[in-house]
């Protein structure tokens, strides 16, 4: 590491899934702005965020794939070639009423295979390259209602199972990498102003903030980069919290 430069990606290859997305753009944008090289990944080609990165000079690709698909992740990982980092991005937020079992049922399906599966499937095609090469960078966007249970906004129990669950196999996806020199760790945002969040209507009382604003998506992508760096190099296993202090108000 770089003493004069400890956050540079220069030369690395970062792959960032659910790049369409505010947080991936985010997160794709820090990276960018610290040199790495791109693979942008999500259900659909974000073409678009790659030609706006292409046109700053940033080397950049883009790709389909639905991180649920555990076929087509496994045969288009290894073909993108050696990865330095990876950022997990993918995942949904939907609302339901749990008290209604028909649709419920799907609802718990569709989060849990996005929030859940997803980051399995591409653990298990990322992890074991970076750990034959005995170097690389995991970080994952997990939440703070994976914390708090999803008290300071009206979601529902699939979603904060589901959280809950992204922090447990951050802890135990580090444990198993830490011995080849790869690091696995998250951030868990809180309340960011990102279209998900005012397309789900809900309101919130920006007073429970000690910062007393929102965050922006910037604010989360900054942290990932961080650790998708060599200044993150001896922390593994962490989740850190991107909430404006809410995990002690």
């Known amino acids: 590491m770089s003493l004069a430069h400890p956050f540079a990606l ?43 990165l292409r046109d700053a000079g940033v080397e950049v690709r883009a790709v389909r794939i639905d991180t ?40 718990y399906a569709r989060i849990m295979q996005a929030n859940v599966r997803g980051p399995i499937n591409m653990l298990r095609a990322v992890l074991p390259a970076m750990m034959a090469r005995g170097r690389g960078r995991v970080a994952i966007i997990a939440s703070q209602a994976g914390r708090n249970a999803g008290t300071t906004l009206d979601v529902e129990p699939a979603y904060v199972a589901s959280k809950g669950a992204v922090q ?14 790869v690091t696995v760790n998250a951030v868990a945002p809180g309340p960011i102003l990102t279209p998900m969040l005012r397309a789900s209507g809900q309101p919130f009382d920006l007073s429970r903030l000690p910062m007393g604003r929102m965050g922006d998506p910037s604010e989360v992508g900054g942290p990932m980069a961080f650790l998708c760096s060599a200044a993150a190099g001896y922390t593994t296993g962490a989740v850190l919290d991107i909430n404006g202090g809410l995990h002690f108000s």
């Open 10 to 52: 220069d030369g690395q290859t970062v792959l960032v899934s659910g790049a369409a997305g505010a947080l991936g753009s985010a997160t794709a944008r820090a990276c960018a702005a610290l040199g790495a090289r791109l693979i942008l990944a999500d259900i659909e080609t974000p073409s678009d965020l790659a030609a706006d």
């Open 168 to 181: 447990s196999l951050v802890r135990y996806f580090a444990r198993q990498a830490a011995p080849h020199g």
């Open 68 to 107: 649920t698909d555990r076929d087509r992740v496994s045969s288009l990982i290894p073909a993108l070639g050696p990865l330095d980092a990876y950022a997990e991005c993918s995942g949904v937020y939907a609302k339901g009423d749990w008290l209604d079992d028909g649709a419920w049922d799907a609802l």
